[in-house]
């Protein structure tokens, strides 16, 4: 009886265990489970900040919204605005607010919100670089606390547009300056995400926001995982570890043949080219500019830099309603160059390369170490300048390693998808100077009559007279180049193919955009 006992007691403490083991088993396929409804997309750079009036990134419509928001068409249509209203003249918008959105930290949104954000960006103290966005306010006013109202000095019609700027919670910044404030590393917005956690120099983590306004996130987490190389980007979207990355040309053939991913070959706004600092004796030649223009090979870049992902540049509108296809797109000619060169004084000698007033013709292209597309570019070019005589450098380095004003050429990245003002007057308005402003005209281009179309861009409201107006300015652009424009760069991501809900729109510079609906997207198989 005894023997019996202690095997049925034996029997009994297996079944425990293995009940045990089983629920144990449960819980880690329960856990792992959690853990995988999470998205990881491979950052190409991690961010200074994350205060979105301070500095522009790909994780600002997931963690802010604004009054106004694009659609998949880019067209801008409300978000946090209710409803607004226009004056007859146009010089006077009042805006109600949708009532009951919440910041990440409960508090409510209203219009105190919205005065104090659009007050912040125009603060000179604050250094926003959106602050030239605004200049045609003349006042915002609190009407009520669901109601906002401004002024304009004259009619603007960019501002829709201007007001998809993520609106801040004023209570965040009590007491504290803009700039240093805690804010702009522990964030809070009223996106569909919040901020998680910030490791610096690995990754960064969301949170899906459960009293979000909008669509609720199906996804309940986003890390964003800083991977500077394209090459580790590509592998670990191969193997898995990532979900999201944004791929360079020459990976896309490769990648397109896995089972596990989805390639999606997206046109955008974005284009590449040399910025020419007109600080630079050397650019101040207006012939020098386009000698250099017509000695860049770009039909040779697009098929075998960007392996057909793209198309060749010849003005900042290109993708835009408001395109001008006549004005001069500086086609390969290489003897076009040389006489260009030729009639500026510049002679070749017996080495091969030209001189001036005993200086020879050099310079160095800067781009970023960190995107091998435009270091190919740079190569490739500085390469095919040799034919015209000019002996071109390259300087691949670390962004923390250049300063762009400082740069004798730069290969720049530019390009937006709304509304023609946007990446115009604030890269090719002389206001915009770097030197003078926050502005993004790096180079200190200076031309009167871009200024003046330019300004007249955005105060006049008749469609059709805007769009002769940008017209005309791609024309003066064309004669009086800012840029050596190379080429469009289409943006191919590189996405596991259990995720759904991916809603395509032309994309802006370095591709950004694709995550715009990042809350409608969801696992197929968890």
């Given amino acids: 009886m005894l023997k019996r006992n202690k ?142 109202e401004i002024k304009l000095k004259q009619p603007f019609t960019p501002l829709l547009d201007k007001l998809t700027v993520p609106i801040l919670p004023a209570h965040a910044f009590e007491g504290v300056d803009m700039r240093t404030a805690d804010f702009n590393s522990h964030p809070i917005g009223a996106g569909p995400y919040m901020f998680d956690k910030w490791d610096r120099g690995n990754a960064l983590t969301l949170q899906a926001y459960s009293d979000f306004f909008g669509t609720k996130p199906s996804i309940e987490k986003v890390i964003f995982k800083f991977i500077p190389d394209s090459n580790v980007r590509a592998l670990q979207l191969k193997s898995g570890e990532v979900d999201v990355a944004l791929l360079d040309p020459v990976q896309v053939e490769n990648l397109e043949k896995e089972k596990n991913l989805t390639i999606y070959d997206i046109e955008s706004a974005d284009y590449r080219g040399v910025l020419f600092n007109m600080n630079v004796d050397l650019w101040k030649d207006v012939n020098v500019r386009k000698a250099f223009s017509y000695a860049t090979d770009r039909e040779q870049i697009v098929k075998g830099i960007l392996k057909g992902h793209g198309s060749v540049a010849y003005s900042p509108l290109q993708n835009h309603e408001f395109n001008n296809d006549q004005v001069e797109k500086y086609t390969y000619d290489v003897d076009q160059a040389k006489s260009l060169l030729e009639e500026s004084g510049w002679k070749v000698e017996k080495d091969g390369f030209r001189y001036k007033d005993g200086e020879k013709l050099t310079f160095t292209i800067t781009t970023p170490a960190s995107d091998s597309v435009r270091v190919n570019m740079a190569n490739y070019i500085a390469e095919g300048f040799t034919e015209i005589g000019a ?65 007249k861009g955005r105060t006049t409201t008749d469609p059709e007279e805007r769009k002769q107006i940008y017209m005309q300015f791609q024309e003066e652009l064309a004669n009086d180049p800012a840029f050596d424009f190379i080429a469009y760069e289409n943006a191919v991501y590189g996405i596991n193919k259990n995720l759904s809900g991916v809603k395509e729109r032309i994309l802006g510079h370095h591709g950004s955009g694709f995550l715009w609906n990042v809350e409608e997207w969801k696992w197929n198989d968890r």
Avoid at 58 to 73: C, I, K, P
Avoid at 405 to 434: C, K, N, Q, R
């Fill in 7 to 148: 095997n049925m007691l034996i029997v009994l403490l297996v079944l425990i265990v293995a009940i045990a083991g089983c629920n144990k088993k449960e819980e880690v396929k329960e856990a792992d489970t959690a853990k995988e409804n999470r998205l990881v997309y491979a950052s190409e750079e991690e961010f200074e900040g994350l205060n979105p009036i301070l500095e522009e990134t790909n994780l600002d419509a997931l963690l802010f919204r604004g009054l106004m928001q694009f659609d998949e068409n880019n067209k801008v249509i409300t978000d946090i605005a209710d409803s607004f209203d226009m004056s007859e003249d146009q010089l006077s918008y009042t805006f109600t607010l949708k009532e009951g959105i919440t910041f990440h930290d409960g508090e409510e949104l209203t219009a105190d919100d919205v005065v104090f954000t659009i007050e912040s960006i125009m603060d000179d103290q604050t250094a926003s670089f959106l602050k030239s966005d605004f200049e045609e306010v003349d006042s915002i006013k609190k009407v009520d606390d669901y109601k906002v």
């Fill in 391 to 455: 002996d071109v450098q390259v300087a691949a380095l670390d962004w923390s390693a250049i300063t762009i004003e400082d740069t004798e050429a730069f290969m720049v990245g530019w390009g937006s998808p709304y509304d023609a003002d946007h990446h115009t007057h604030i890269l090719f308005h002389s206001d915009e100077s770097s030197v003078t402003s926050s502005g993004y005209n790096y180079g200190s281009y200076s031309n009167e009559k871009v200024d003046e179309l330019l300004a």
